[in-house]
């Protein structure tokens, strides 16, 4: 404790200061600390009803949270683990190092692992389950980069052998292959869950743990002592998506998740925080949002300092000291650290006047020693009520010779062959030093006390880490006529597709088989998409319940809350909302309960807002529906420039196990999701859908025969022209398929120009399928060449083509390379602007009228029509053939 001097008073009255806290002093000593903190706490409840207030304290001294003599033993062997480690250590590094001989500049990373090592070996000997019970065990998020460790584990293990190693970054050329990060698509077996683009692993682990509460109070799955871990790089912090939902896991009392942010002090390009302490930081932040905070900041070789040091000293350079001090004094050795730490003060030099350079230079830190992470953990595991977060200083490269601690240690990737074999004198590795020169993996016989060690530990904890299954389901789809009620027409009422979906998704849910594994998830849009009725029917997901009566009780679709209510009200965050997605879309592999997911949100604020979450959902063998709500340009009217999507689907398109769909009447929206229950669910393939949903209302009609193929591949004909052959073919998409049935119309009544009608629910697919063809043509030149579905489709439809869409001209125009230069495309390009759909329809010429205008012109370019009947049609509709063009206003 500091003494008297120490503690500067400013108010004058320095001698009542200093009794108070000698009385105080008294209290702790005589009674303990708890007493200490109980008068503290009526002291500040007493000041605050005095009308005082004083900040309230965040940030603890910069020293581990559990006191020494509040350690437990440390349950493992030692000296075996740490052997374990070190080895570990040396695959990690020859694997990295040797690809990279061999390989110049394929990457890989040495240094993010060599400071998490210790982290994730006391979890993997002592806490990460793979199961509990017969039920799946904890989940791991790792950091992504240090993904090496992960796989010389592994390979010691026997899980991989010699050659695996060796296909590291080879994927392409050694099968299987080892990916570069923690990827699912690539590495099925093995991960669950990418998380090496930054931000997106905490942020999922959050919902994550959310979500298997939400099972477990709806009774899906059993209740199991599970946790979440998830590993998070100190630089990491500064992505909004790690620290933005930190506040959702303490509001829902999520003990099931533990946070362990290795600090390193470093990112990629140099310190974190070079001029201030991240672990101050982080403590202030996380213990802001109610989070337990235990920081494991010393090893257990600065214990004798603190004992030894009656001066308060220690501490205090301790905290004088900030991260860009810390960073180089691991960079620069024992006699850089005498002199300028405690050099600083002669009490303190005399602190470790009898240790050599070499012994200071190896005082450990926190998170390298394995005594404190387990006190560490074990707390975590143990706190009831609330997230934990574990803060650990550790060192960046560590034992990586010069790369230790230095800004650009991030990127090494090869040691030098002195480099090498200090590495192995350091950690001990038994390989001879010619080998540790070509930097060969090195296991020891499985019989090895090593590798028995390891067995025994995972055996104890119910086996491999990481892993992911995938179990049989035997999930049968509803068929076709379990959604008669919406394919037979809404008899003339106008409805939207967005309210045909939500009345299907009622009906899905009532379902006695897979109603309950329905998971319809919303960022605080259930009114404007109508589900009210939903709410009142499975209510809102609240685990503490209701605890108050809501003002709309009396009413028949009120607010209602439920400890098992089934819908995931978000709030506004579409990126949470993706993260529930993701943990229910993946639950039928990290849970064996194929739940869902029915994300419903504002087209626009989809994949350009969350759509690295939605490559992430992807790679995780996500499946599920994506409805993006209020969609296309012209007819989400009103909101303008910010609310208006004519994109979303190319975005869509870029994501390979994406299968989008731009209905324009509920029947089409019918057959498309059953097809998609079927095919993810019941057929287990690997994709999931993106479908748009409008608010436009009109009478849906009833499905026409024989189109089921048509809508699910992607187009069908779905008007003949009025009187006579066709001499034009139009294609149309979501609510402007309307515009181009009344364009249909105006060229056969006024101006004698007979067209086709045809529904395209999915340019993307088509083109996708097209694709394939060509491929397998252009491999197969001696084969009878297969045609694509659109050229078949069109078999005998006769002249150009006129497409028109709420959506960007690239929609249509992916279908170019078959359709050649009879396709003419009309689409949204361009800001959106705030009016009515009439006149944005006008503005962005996909009306009735620009369409049946944009078939006469085609004409005449084809030699078909005469101009100067172009000219005098375009007057009579209207057309304005000098207005600015809307993709540049
Ligand atoms: C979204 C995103 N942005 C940038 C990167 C590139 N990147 C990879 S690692 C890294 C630094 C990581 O630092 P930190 O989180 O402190 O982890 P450490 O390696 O120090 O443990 C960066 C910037 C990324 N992977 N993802
Ligand atoms: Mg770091």
Known sequence: MSTKAEIPVQSGFADEVHEWIEAFDDVVVAEGPEHGAELLDALRQRAREAGITTASELTTPYINTIPKHEEVPYPGDRALERRVESLIRWNAMAMVHSQNKKDAGIGGHLATYSSLATLLEVGFNHFFHATHGDQPGDFVYFQGHASPGIYARAYLLGRFDDQRLLNFRHELRGEPGLSSYPHPWLMPDFWRFPTVSMGIGPLNAIYQARFMRYLENRGLIEKTPRKIWAFVGDGETDEVDTLGAIGVASREKLDNLVFVVNCNLQRLDGPVRGNKRIIDELEGVFRGAGWNVIKVIWGSDWDKLFERDHTGLLLKRMEECVDGDYQA?????????????????????????????????????????????????????????????????????????????????????????DGLAAFIKQFNIPIPEELARESKPYRPPQDSPEIVYMQERRASLGGYMPRREVPELNFKAPEMDYFAEWTSGSKGREVSTTMGFVSILRHLLKDPEIGKLIVPIVPDEGRTFGLESAIRQVGIYAPEGQKY??????????????????????????????????????????????????????????????????????????????????????????????????????????????????????????????????????????????????????????????????????????????????????????????????????LSHKFGVQADVWSVTSY?????????????????????AKTPYIVSALNGAKGPIIAASDYMKSIPDQLAPWLLSRLVTLGTDGFGRSDNREHLRRFFEVDAESIAAATLSKLVRDGKLDAGKAQAAFLELGIDTEAGDPAKR
């Open 329 to 417: 004094f691991k960079a620069k050795g024992g006699a850089y650290i005498r002199k300028e730490f405690f050099g600083k003060y002669p009490e303190l030099l005399e602190l470790v006047s009898d240790m050599t350079d070499e012994q200071i230079w190896t005082l450990h830190r926190g998170g390298h020693d394995r005594a404190k992470i387990y006190n560490a953990y074990k707390r975590a595991t143990e706190h009831k009520g609330g997230p934990t977060v574990i803060l650990a200083k550790t060192v960046k490269g560590y034992g990586l010779g010069s790369t230790q601690s230095r800004n650009a240690s991030h990127q090494e990737k090869k040691l030098t062959d």
């Open 549 to 746: 009566k809501p003002h709309d009780v009396d009413m028949l679709l009120y607010y209602r809350e439920e400890k098992d209510g089934q819908i995931l009200e978000e709030g506004i965050t579409e990126a949470g909302s993706m993260a529930s997605f993701t943990a229910a879309g993946t639950a039928y592999s990290n849970y064996r309960v194929p739940t869902i997911p029915f994300y419903m949100y504002y087209s626009m604020f989809g994949f350009q807002r969350v759509g690295d979450m939605i490559w992430a959902f992807a790679d995780s063998r996500g499946k599920g529906f994506l409805m993006g709500g209020t969609a296309g340009r012209t007819t989400m009217l009103g909101e303008g420039l910010q609310h208006q999507d004519g994109h979303s689907h190319v975005l869509s398109s870029t994501v390979p196990t994406c299968v989008s769909y731009d209905p324009a009447y509920v029947y089409e929206l019918a057959v498309i999701l059953q097809d998609g229950i079927r095919r993810m669910y019941q057929e287990n393939e690997q994709v999931f859908y993106y479908i748009t949903m409008y608010n436009e209302d009109y009478p849906m009609p009833e499905m026409p025969e024989g189109s089921r193929e048509g809508i699910v591949r992607g187009i069908y004909k779905l008007k003949a022209a009025p009187k006579g052959k066709a001499t034009a073919q139009l294609f149309g998409s979501g609510p402007i398929l309307r515009e181009v049935l009344r364009a249909q119309e105006i």
């Open 764 to 784: 993307n697919e088509l083109r996708r399928e097209a694709l394939a063809v060509e491929r397998w043509n252009r491999l197969h030149p001696a084969e009878p």
